[in-house]
C-alpha cells in the first residue's frame, strides 16, 4: 500500500513564526504536490516537485516555499506564518508520466495565532 | 488554465437512494478525471478515475460519466450506504503531462439510514 506521511495532524504556530511541514512517501514517486483545502475552495495546489530539488509554483505560492532534497520527501515552510495560512495542508504524490491517482496524506492542520 | 465546477456543494439522500454530483471543466486538453472521497480526518481518496478516450466506467455502487463535447462529468452512487457519507471532489488534469489536477470545490454527501 502507498504510504503518505505528514509531520504533524495538528500544529498552533504564532504570527511571524516560520513553519515546517514535511511529508514523506514511500513509494518511490517521482512527484510531490503540496495543496491548501479551505471550505467552499476545494483543494488549492500550492507547489510541486517532479523530481529531486525541482519545483514549480501552483496556483497560490504566495507566501510559501519548498523544499525537496530526497526523493521520498518534501517540505513546505512558510516563512513568516500569518493568519490567514490557517488551514488545513494535504501532501500528495504521484508516478511521472500520467496522468495517474495522486495519493494524499491524512493532512495538517496548521492555526496560525 | 483549467476552471472546475461542481454542484450540488450540499447533499442529502436516504439510505438506499442514489446521489449524483456533476462537475464541469474548462480547458478542452484536460483528458484525465478522477474522484476522490474525503472521510472525516483523512486525506482524500481516489474513488474512480476516467480517461477521455471512455464515456462511461462503473465500478460495482459507482460510475463515472464523461461528456467531453459538454465538458461535464458526472459520479453516480447507487444503493447509497451510512458509509458513503463524506466530502467528494471532482478534478481535471492540466498542465505539461497532466500531472497537475484542478479540483473542484467538493460536495458533501449526507446518507440518511
Known amino acids: 500500500d502507498v504510504k503518505v506521511t505528514q509531520s504533524s495532524r495538528y500544529l498552533v504556530k504564532r504570527t511571524g513564526e516560520k513553519v515546517f511541514l514535511e511529508c514523506v512517501q514511500d513509494m518511490d514517486h517521482e512527484n510531490m504536490f503540496w495543496y491548501r483545502q479551505d471550505p467552499g475552495l476545494g483543494l488549492r495546489l500550492i507547489y510541486f516537485?517532479?523530481?529531486?530539488?525541482?519545483?514549480e509554483k501552483g496556483d497560490i505560492p504566495e507566501g510559501y516555499s519548498v523544499s525537496r532534497e530526497k526523493k521520498e520527501r518534501f517540505s513546505l515552510i512558510l516563512e513568516s506564518a500569518s493568519t490567514n495560512q490557517t488551514s488545513m495542508y494535504l501532501c500528495?504524490?504521484?508516478?511521472?508520466?500520467?496522468?495517474?491517482?495522486?495519493?494524499f496524506g491524512p493532512g495538517t492542520r496548521l492555526t496560525v495565532t | 488554465g483549467e476552471n472546475v465546477e461542481q454542484h450540488p456543494s450540499t447533499l442529502s439522500v436516504q439510505e438506499g437512494d442514489s446521489a449524483v454530483i456533476k462537475c464541469t471543466y474548462s480547458?478542452?486538453?484536460?483528458?484525465?478525471f478522477p474522484w476522490y472521497k474525503q472521510e472525516l480526518g483523512k486525506g482524500p481518496q481516489l474513488i474512480i478515475d476516467?480517461?477521455?478516450?471512455?464515456g462511461e466506467k462503473k465500478d460495482q455502487r459507482i460510475a463515472v460519466t464523461l461528456n467531453k463535447t459538454a465538458k461535464h462529468f458526472s459520479l453516480h452512487i447507487t444503493e447509497t450506504q451510512p458509509e458513503d457519507s463524506a466530502v467528494y471532489f471532482c478534478?481535471?488534469?492540466?498542465?505539461?503531462?497532466?500531472?497537475?489536477?484542478?479540483f473542484g470545490p467538493g460536495t458533501r454527501l449526507s446518507v440518511l439510514p
Open positions: 480547458d478542452s486538453a484536460s483528458n484525465y
Open positions: 478534478a481535471a488534469s492540466e498542465g505539461n503531462y497532466g500531472q497537475n489536477f484542478v
Open positions: 516537485s517532479y523530481d529531486v530539488k525541482m519545483k
Open positions: 476516467i480517461r477521455s478516450n471512455v
Open positions: 500528495a504524490s504521484n508516478v511521472a508520466g500520467g496522468p495517474y491517482e495522486q495519493y
